[in-house]
């Protein structure tokens, strides 16, 4: 695949604002289970930062080999080379693809101050803080990525759905990379369901709160 040609290292794309990235290297933890799309997932947000001309690094790691079981991905996006190695333990984004994660994993443990946090679920933030007080002054997102995806693909399979809405909330990478990534990431299946997959990231970025007033905020720096 043709991704960017880095021809002046400056000129890299780091769009989320100030306020709530520092410009230093970026962290993702992703949770979920085996057939969810963890690894797809970070296969894909990988991908599309380098697209966009930064740098990635995406790794899994694995539980028991079954559907169903734990999953963990972990992503790393900088404008400059990544020379850390090792598993992510204070994510700076952390993504939960399966609410239920929560019952056999401490996931919110450790979690630095300043961590945002995507749950799929149909539940709101509130409920999540109030449960677990540890978040509580944290940013929280929620969304209902499973029924997005039953809705365009007719399968609860969300990842590509929730992706969508760490855009929306992040503007990470853009929409035009993004697209690209789905397609060579999902390559082996039919056109017409990678086609509905990004439809339904799509609706999910538009559903994050107060995105709008963010990107008009973004436009006019």
Same mark, same amino acid.
């Given at each position: ?17 100030? *306020? ?9 933890? @992703? ?9 797809? %997932?970070?296969r894909i947000l990988g991908t599309a930062a380098l697209y966009d ?12 080999? !079954? ?15 990544? &020379?850390?190695?090792?598993? =992510?333990?204070?994510?700076? =984004? &952390? ?5 239920? =994660?929560? *019952?056999? #994993? ?9 961590? %945002?946090?995507? =749950?799929? %679920?149909? !539940? ?37 759905? @929730?992706?969508?809405? &760490? ?15 789905? #397609? ?11 086609? #509905? ?9 538009? &559903? ?14």
């Amino acid at each position: 695949m043709e991704l960017c040609t880095r021809v002046d290292q400056s000129q890299a794309r780091l769009l989320l604002s100030g *306020e709530w990235w520092d410009l230093s290297m970026l962290e993702i933890t @992703i949770h979920g289970r085996g057939g969810q799309g963890v690894v797809v %997932t970070s296969r894909i947000l990988g991908t599309a930062a380098l697209y966009d001309c930064m740098y990635a690094q995406d790794f899994p790691l694995y539980g028991a080999a !079954r559907r169903g079981a734990p999953v963990m991905a972990f992503v790393r996006i900088d404008d400059r080379p990544i &020379l850390l190695r090792g598993y =992510i333990t204070k994510p700076n =984004i &952390l993504m939960l693809l399966d609410e239920s =994660i929560m *019952e056999v #994993k401490d996931v919110f443990s450790d979690l630095p101050a300043d961590c %945002t946090i995507i =749950i799929n %679920t149909t !539940r709101s933030a509130g409920y999540f803080k109030d449960e677990h007080p540890e978040i509580k002054d944290m940013r929280v997102f929620c969304v209902d990525g499973t029924g997005i995806a039953l809705e365009y693909l007719n399968k609860p399979i969300p990842n590509v759905v @929730i992706i969508g809405f &760490l855009i929306g909330i992040t503007h990470l990478i853009t929409i035009d990379a993004f697209k690209k990534a789905v #397609k060579d990431e999902l390559g082996r299946y039919p056109e017409d369901l990678i086609d #509905k997959n990004i439809v339904g990231a799509l609706k999910a970025c538009e &559903l994050v709160p107060g995105r709008e007033q963010r990107r008009q905020r973004d436009e006019d720096r």
